[in-house]
């Protein structure tokens, strides 16, 4: 069975107790593992308005992260591109590539990535992007990547030549990011990479993977389909100590799908210490859609998904909880559920 090359996706979870800064330290941390451990890539998704989540700018933290590694890949998963204007993203991954040429990619999605009040705010400028010109946009966005930059003509017939940088020599890798037959279809269309969201928990992932490989139109960057799959893993040196690291992500996933007040997480004391019947069914049922797991037995759970579902990578987002006396500025768990899979796995 062939070992899938393994990724990293971080939405920067701030717990009880903990800064903005530490989060973002411990992510910092965290991709530091990831480089040494020779993972390919790690991306940064675009959340707003969350108690526990710390993402809100993925060009933001891709930058900080391309500057505290070396080899690693670093960019966005995703971008949600109906909140910003085209030129402003294409700007932002050209100067990424420009801080860390070749190590940059740019996965783009279509949903808000927030509340309907948090949308309306983040457009409230007028800045963002039609979401009905969301395939035109992407490709406005690879043509202003591109060293060539793109064009247009103005009112009075004049062509109008705009790049997002000058002299580039290099470009982001594209990707569109989805859980639906639409993010699917357009991808193959467009001759770009695929990922699908299978971390929320979403259905239809062989439907879309299907769409995506049946229709997929070959372009020069990318000749053969490529494939990416989300999982939420949480790995422990034993199977039960995953589970209790597990609580304190799955309860917030709970909170979340049923509509109670998001909180910063709990540490793994906290929501032991507080039982909640529906809570806790909620949490359960969220969690038996993860990868939650002694090392070997979940190595083995990642190689079997990512070859029945034929995906060329796994990108891991690592939902380990903290114990209260773990460093505020580091994340323990994550850091060990990444290390115990890429061992347990033989290479990354």
Same mark, same amino acid.
């Given at each position: 069975m062939t070992i899938p090359a393994l990724s990293l996706l971080d939405l920067v979870p701030v717990r009880t107790g903990q800064t903005s800064a530490q989060a973002v330290a411990a992510s910092l941390q965290l991709a530091r593992v990831a480089d040494e451990l020779g993972m390919r890539r790690v991306w940064y998704a675009e959340h707003h308005n969350m108690p526990s989540v710390a993402s809100t700018s993925p060009p933001v933290l891709a930058a900080a992260a391309a500057m505290a590694t070396t080899r690693i890949r670093v960019g966005s998963g995703g971008v949600m591109l109906p909140n910003h204007a085209p030129l402003t993203v294409a700007e932002q991954f050209a100067a990424l590539e420009a801080i860390a040429p070749g190590r940059i990619d740019l996965g783009i999605g279509r949903a808000p990535g927030s509340d309907p009040v948090i949308t309306a705010l983040l457009r409230s400028s007028g800045v963002g992007s039609d979401v009905d010109r969301f *395939?035109?946009?992407?490709? !406005?966005?690879?043509?202003?990547?591109?060293? !060539? /930059?793109?064009?247009? %003509?103005?009112?009075? @017939? =004049? +062509?109008?030549?705009?790049?997002?940088? *000058?002299?580039?020599?290099?470009? *982001? =890798?594209?990707?569109?990011? @989805?859980?639906?037959?639409?993010? $699917?279809?357009?991808a193959a269309r467009l001759g770009l990479p695929y990922v699908f969201a299978n971390h929320f928990g979403a259905p239809g992932l062989e439907r879309a993977l299907e769409h995506y490989r049946s229709a997929y139109e070959s372009s020069e960057a990318h000749p053969v389909p490529v494939t990416m799959l989300t999982m939420n893993v949480v790995v422990a040196e034993t199977a039960e100590e995953a589970q209790r690291r597990a609580l304190p =992500?799955? %309860? /917030?996933? &709970?909170?979340?799908?049923? @509509? %109670? *007040?998001?909180?910063?997480? +709990?540490?793994?004391?906290?929501?032991?210490?507080?039982?909640? $019947? +529906?809570? !806790?069914? #909620? #949490?359960?049922?969220?969690?038996? =859609?993860?990868?939650?797991?002694?090392? +070997?037995? #979940?190595? &083995?759970?990642?190689?079997?998904? &990512?070859t029945a579902h034929g995906v060329d990578e796994v990108m891991l987002s690592p939902s380990s909880g903290s114990y209260a006396d773990e460093p505020l500025d580091a994340s323990p768990g994550r850091e060990a559920t990444l290390q115990l899979l890429v061992e347990a796995l033989g290479t990354a």
């Open positions: *395939p035109d946009h992407i490709i !406005d966005i690879i043509s202003l990547l591109s060293a !060539d /930059g793109a064009s247009l %003509r103005l009112t009075s @017939g =004049q +062509e109008y030549r705009v790049t997002s940088t *000058p002299a580039a020599t290099s470009a *982001p =890798q594209v990707w569109l990011l @989805g859980s639906s037959d639409y993010s $699917a279809r357009l =992500q799955a %309860r /917030g996933f &709970a909170r979340l799908r049923s @509509g %109670r *007040p998001l909180l910063a997480m +709990e540490t793994i004391e906290a929501a032991v210490a507080a039982p909640d $019947a +529906e809570l !806790d069914a #909620a #949490a359960a049922a969220v969690a038996a =859609q993860w990868i939650v797991d002694a090392p +070997e037995a #979940a190595a &083995a759970r990642i190689r079997t998904l &990512a």
